[in-house]
């Protein structure tokens, strides 16, 4: 404000009598930098800074460096891309993000600058605790700064990774996925304490954020169990899980009301879906194109194909496997001694019920084995009869999902009962988002909605089969 601004009649307090010329465009002209010099090198020494002044004039910089932090799975250090690093001389600051390498750069000075982060972007703002913005304070100096956040216990780390999580669902490749579309910044505190994730999905909090003062999320940086410190891996999926729910809940026409209608299975198993998918999708980035892979050895249990029917029916893989090509029924151990217990023998691989007569073409009409008749209307097949068109052999099960290869029926072969028999696949997760989750309160209007957007590869017998195993439980 100008020296003689006359202020209105309120309370106020003059902080610091500044006259800050290097920052007024009329000084900024080669002409005045002897001027200004001079006169800021005497404001310093009146106000006792004196041992900010050079013994000789200085010339023009550009704060800048490299900010990192270290991840567990790279076992290293990586760039944090996004992060808005700031630097200060007194009441002036000035400001840069990091990019995909994790360099800044700010706008110039003459004098050293304190460096400093702020946790916070134009969609979400990250607290330490409830109620304080959590700040990174660097050093004061007038060279660039290179931060590496380390491994340990420091809050930092895990602020750090939250922010990972939360600019890669906001900005970055997510794979066709909506963003979180929240209509004010979303307001996530770290905790250093026991316990996991919580999205309070207040749809007031998300349009007016209670004057701003109420988080929507906590995410935890300790196991409960032993106060031990989540790994970033784990960190990292934890606050895709709990935006996600907020993502949810704007994906459902923005109303919590209709959020709160969705079954809690079908809320977390997609919350589960999407912490699988862009978690991956993260280290798949960083060079680890087998992370999570469920026949791989996972380091974590995000894909959860070993879930089973004595887990939680709340947190499950029902969307995890309309993407996936994994049947954990087949390929998760505990398979039942009888192999083909709705007919055929087992060859092996499959349950092989049998060939047409020579010269007579296999296929399945109906859910039915069928082959086409010898002559007009012969079906010499034991056990099967002419239908008016062709012959009928067998109704294929229920349970069963039967197929046709190299002119022979075969059933699917049991698998282990604790597990969905997962051979549903070809969706892809915006797809599923958009045309599905949109639309899906429960279980039936999720498998209604399945078989009416299934792809060229499924049929209802494949949805209905998975999808029993939900049912039943």
């Given at each position: 404000m100008k020296a003689d601004y006359s202020f209105p009649?309120?309370?106020?307090?003059?902080?610091?009598?500044?006259?800050?010329?290097?920052?007024?465009?009329?000084?900024?002209?080669?002409?005045?930098?002897?001027?200004?010099?001079?006169?800021?090198?005497?404001?310093?020494?009146?106000?006792?800074?004196?041992?900010e002044i050079l013994s000789s004039r200085w010339s023009k910089w550009t704060p800048s460096g490299t900010i990192q932090v270290f991840d567990d799975i790279e076992d290293d250090m990586i760039p944090i891309i996004g992060v808005k690093v700031r630097a200060r001389r007194w009441f002036t600051t000035k400001s840069g993000n990091t990019d995909s390498n994790g360099n800044f750069t700010t706008g110039q000075f003459r004098r050293a600058v304190n460096y400093s982060i702020i946790w916070k972007t134009g969609q979400f703002i990250i607290r330490d605790g409830v109620a304080f913005q959590a700040y990174y304070n660097g050093p004061k100096q007038r060279s660039e700064w290179n931060l590496n956040i380390s491994n340990g216990s420091n809050k930092s780390?895990?602020?750090?990774?939250?922010?990972?999580?939360?600019?890669?669902?906001?900005?970055?490749?997510?794979?066709?996925?909506?963003?979180?579309?929240?209509?004010?910044?979303?307001?996530?505190?770290?905790?250093?304490?026991?316990?996991?994730?919580?999205?309070?999905?207040?749809?007031?909090?998300?349009?007016?954020?209670?004057?701003?003062?109420?988080?929507?999320?906590?995410?935890?940086?300790?196991?409960?169990?032993?106060?031990?410190?989540?790994?970033?891996?784990?960190?990292?999926?934890?606050?895709?899980?709990?935006?996600?729910?907020?993502?949810h809940v704007t994906l459902m026409n923005s109303a919590e009301l209709q959020y709160i209608q969705v079954s809690r299975q079908?809320?977390?198993?997609?919350?589960?879906?999407?912490?699988?998918?862009?978690?991956?999708?993260?280290?798949?980035?960083?060079?680890?194109?087998?992370?999570?892979?469920?026949?791989?050895?996972?380091?974590?249990?995000?894909?959860?194909q070993w879930w089973s029917s004595v887990s939680s029916d709340r947190y499950t893989p029902l969307f995890i496997d309309c993407i996936d090509n994994y049947n954990q029924a087949l390929n998760g151990g505990g398979l039942p001694t009888n192999r083909c217990p709705d007919g055929g023998w087992f060859d092996g691989v499959n349950c092989r019920i049998?060939?047409?007569?020579?010269?007579?073409?296999?296929f399945i009409y109906a859910d039915k084995f069928c082959y086409t008749p010898v002559g007009c209307c012969d079906c010499p097949e034991e056990g099967s009869s002419f239908d008016g068109s062709n012959c009928v052999l067998l109704d294929i099960p229920d349970s069963s999902i039967g197929f046709v290869w190299n002119n022979t029926w075969y059933l699917n072969p049991a698998g282990n009962p604790n597990f969905p028999y997962d051979q549903v696949s070809g969706y892809s997760i915006a797809y599923l988002e958009s045309n599905i989750i949109k639309y899906s309160y429960g279980l039936t209007s999720l498998r209604t909605k399945l078989k009416a957007h299934k792809p060229s590869n499924m049929t209802d017998k494949h949805i209905d089969v998975y999808l029993n195993f939900f049912f039943n439980l």
């Open positions: 009649k309120i309370q106020y307090e003059i902080l610091s009598s500044l006259f800050i010329p290097e920052e007024i465009p009329a000084y900024q002209s080669i002409q005045y930098e002897d001027i200004v010099y001079d006169l800021v090198s005497e404001a310093l020494n009146i106000t006792d800074n004196s041992e780390l895990r602020i750090a990774t939250i922010h990972r999580a939360a600019y890669r669902y906001f900005y970055r490749n997510i794979d066709g996925l909506k963003r979180p579309e929240i209509w004010t910044k979303l307001r996530i505190s770290y905790l250093n304490t026991g316990g996991t994730g919580i999205n309070w999905l207040t749809n007031w909090q998300h349009m007016i954020g209670a004057g701003g003062v109420i988080p929507n999320i906590h995410i935890h940086g300790k196991d409960p169990d032993d106060y031990s410190f989540y790994p970033t891996n784990i960190l990292f999926s934890t606050t895709i899980h709990e935006i996600g729910h907020s993502s079908i809320q977390e198993s997609w919350a589960n879906t999407l912490e699988w998918y862009i978690t991956r999708l993260e280290y798949v980035d960083l060079g680890f194109p087998n992370y999570d892979a469920s026949n791989n050895g996972s380091p974590t249990g995000d894909h959860m049998g060939t047409p007569p020579a010269g007579e073409t296999a």
